[in-house]
């Protein structure tokens, strides 16, 4: 053992986290002994409140400290059109665009039989009741471009195909395998806004 057995928990501790090899886990607890005590306190105390206090809206799937996120509970946006995206990271993305005035539906995974995740493992039921709600509603699908992501779009269509719902995806200006949540904010924007309709 190379640190003092406190300090190599920490560090074990920070390698848990995605993108942390050993030499940043050794970087980020050595910064951590510079922390003040309150800065301490805070930083165990806001990693106590995400674990205890964040939730999933009832609605959307997002990230929320209440029932309801405040995406959902705002009135200006419109509920017509839902984003429909893998995970809650994408939200984040769309919303630093700022462009968007829609809503989301966060799926929480795609379909992959490969790994016997089928619609029944991802929040698509949830989605089915919202539409089946509004009028002339519009779905974009903001799925990456993988066997998965197309896999899950084909069976989203599928599903509304006689329902009169239009459904459209982003622009394929995106390259093909790409995380939503890595693409710059003009693309992003771009390929919203050039979103191609792909059913109705």
Do not use: Q
């Amino acid at each position: 053992m190379i640190y003092p057995a406190s300090l190599e928990k920490l560090i074990n501790y920070y390698k848990k986290l995605p993108g942390i090899g050993e030499k940043n886990a050794e970087r980020l607890a050595l910064s951590t002994l510079n922390f003040k005590d309150e800065d301490i306190e805070g930083f165990a105390t806001a990693l106590k409140d995400v674990k205890n206090k964040i939730r999933k809206c009832s609605i959307c799937g997002h990230l929320s400290e209440e029932e309801i996120c405040p995406i959902c509970s705002d009135e200006s946006r419109n509920h017509n059109i839902i984003c429909v995206i893998e995970d809650y990271k994408s939200v984040f993305s769309f919303e630093k665009v700022g462009n968007y005035h829609g809503v989301y539906h966060v799926l929480n995974g795609l379909i992959s039989p490969a790994d016997n995740i089928g619609p029944d493992n991802i929040n698509l039921a949830s989605l089915v009741k919202r539409v089946e709600k509004l009028k002339n509603p519009e779905l974009i699908l903001a799925l990456k471009s993988t066997v998965e992501g197309e896999t899950t779009t084909l069976y989203i269509k599928k599903i509304f195909e006689k329902k009169n719902v239009m459904i459209s995806r982003l622009s394929y200006g995106i390259p093909m395998g790409a995380e939503i949540d890595y693409l710059d904010i003009i693309t992003l924007d771009k390929a919203l806004e050039d979103r191609k309709k792909i059913s109705e």
